[in-house]
């Protein structure tokens, strides 16, 4: 076979054969097939598409192109959740370790920041020590002994999603309902769940603007689950302003921590909650959405799922002192506060602008080789619907350098307005699909 005239196919609009799908993903993963060649034909798919059985196949070779995970000997339930991305979305860090508490086991396999939106793996790297990079063997025994893992893809488990999910955050192929569809369903699939959970997001600062095309993705990853044998649910929630307050990596982690310890924005726990019963449902240890809601928020008020998350934080190589003391967590030096020039109320707190602007800040790459900057990112002061007097804080800036400050200070401003009427906030969830 040959790479060029396959994306030449592809580009024109042609169809992919499952011999060909499973030859391009094996010579990428064995480096055969090179990036520019990958980048090219990944934006043909973003212009193109991918049929029903091209998706199937996309789907399987990712899936089999490493290792794949076998938790049968876990006894509990194994139920993870995934989310398309956002800003500002840290639900996995407490949700995973209150589900935990409850008796579910989580093999939580996430990823790192892709355009605006930011990555729970870079996140919990804010911690210093965690590791996320752990073998197969490394990651059963963790399961086993904890009920929880919070890791990335090792080199040798679903490799060509992992090399792949790295090229698309740079060459503007992100926004694609096959690639994201196969992306997660293929990592998911690798770690033999009984169930997934999944956060569909819609909004300026989803990958999916519209609800029309949140719900194919979400219809087209719970039909991925369904082929394969596994029970599927998304919610599509909102994010057309950031969730919570926090918007950066170590930030996020603070915020994070308060929800365990009965705190945090009211928006970032009513979600946690509701990924939760959803979990707890699924698994099997709770009979319904009330009792399900009442093991979590006993879960949190006793301290078991902070201690889940300290445990873990310690089994890969955290230093769990940052969680009793948050102040601990890397904080850039500077700060710059956006105050409201008027009076009113905020009718507008987009989360685009803002992601794109935490990138530039430092928080997020432009390219697969940057590094992230843990320390820098924003406090949201004001959401739509709040309102505001002249002179009130609307966004805390934390920063590093003045050239990136000045980078990001336009978007930020221009992320908030402030008008006359009243505002009413958007709706958390909008569908389920199941």
């Known amino acids: 076979m040959n790479v060029v005239e396959l994306i030449e196919h592809k580009r ?53 192109s490493g290792d794949v995970l076998d938790f049968s000997h876990v006894a509990a339930p194994k139920v993870d959740k995934h989310s398309t991305g956002g800003v500002g979305d840290k639900v996995s860090i407490p949700l995973a370790p209150i589900v935990a508490a409850c008796g579910v086991a989580v093999p939580m396999m996430s990823g790192r920041g892709l355009g605006h939106t930011g990555g729970t793996l870079d996140k919990l790297e804010s911690i210093p020590g965690f590791r996320t990079a752990l073998d197969p063997a490394e990651f059963t025994r963790l399961l086993a002994r904890t009920g929880l893992v919070l890791a990335g893809q090792s080199d040798r488990l679903v490799p060509a999603d992992r090399r792949i999910y790295a090229l698309r955050d740079v060459t503007g192929t992100v926004p694609s309902i096959p690639l994201i ?89 009513e979600i946690t909650y509701r990924f939760g019963v959803e979990m707890l449902l699924m698994a099997g240890v709770a009979g319904d959405r009330a009792a399900a809601r009442v093991q979590m928020q006993r879960a949190v008020s006793d301290g078991r799922a902070f201690a889940k998350l300290e445990e873990v934080v310690v089994a890969q190589g955290g230093d769990p002192a940052v969680l009793h003391d948050t102040s601990l967590l890397a904080s850039a030096p500077e700060e710059t506060v956006v105050t409201a020039a008027r009076g009113g109320v905020v009718t507008r707190c987009d989360a685009l602008d803002l992601g794109v602007a935490a990138v530039r ?51 930020v401003e221009r992320a908030l307005v402030i008008g006359d009427g009243p505002a009413t906030p958007p709706p958390l969830v909008h569908e389920e699909v199941r």
């Open 181 to 269: 569809a196969s992306s997660i369903m293929s990592k998911k699939l690798a770690e033999g769940l009984d169930a997934l959970v999944l956060d569909v997001k819609v909004g300026s600062g989803a990958f999916m603007k519209d609800i029309a095309r949140s719900r194919e993705l979400a219809r087209t990853m719970v039909g991925i689950g369904a082929s394969y044998g596994t029970p599927v649910s998304a919610l599509i929630t909102d994010m057309s302003q950031p969730l919570g307050a926090a918007v950066g990596n170590a930030n996020e982690i603070a915020e994070s921590v308060e929800v365990l310890r009965g705190g945090g924005p009211s928006d970032l726990v």
């Open 12 to 64: 024109d609009g042609g169809k992919l054969s499952a011999d060909e799908v499973r030859w391009l993903i094996a010579g990428f993963t064995a480096d055969t097939v090179p990036d520019y060649q990958m980048a090219a034909l990944l934006m043909a798919i973003l212009l193109k598409g991918l049929d029903g059985e091209e998706l199937a196949s996309w789907t399987d070779a990712m899936l089999h």
């Open 361 to 411: 800040l430092g928080a997020g790459r432009a390219t697969k080789e940057e590094q992230i900057d843990p320390g820098v990112g924003f406090t949201v002061c004001a959401k739509v619907g709040d309102e505001v007097a002249p002179g009130d804080p609307l966004v805390r800036i934390r920063w590093r350098e003045q050239r990136r400050l000045a980078e990001a200070m336009p978007l």
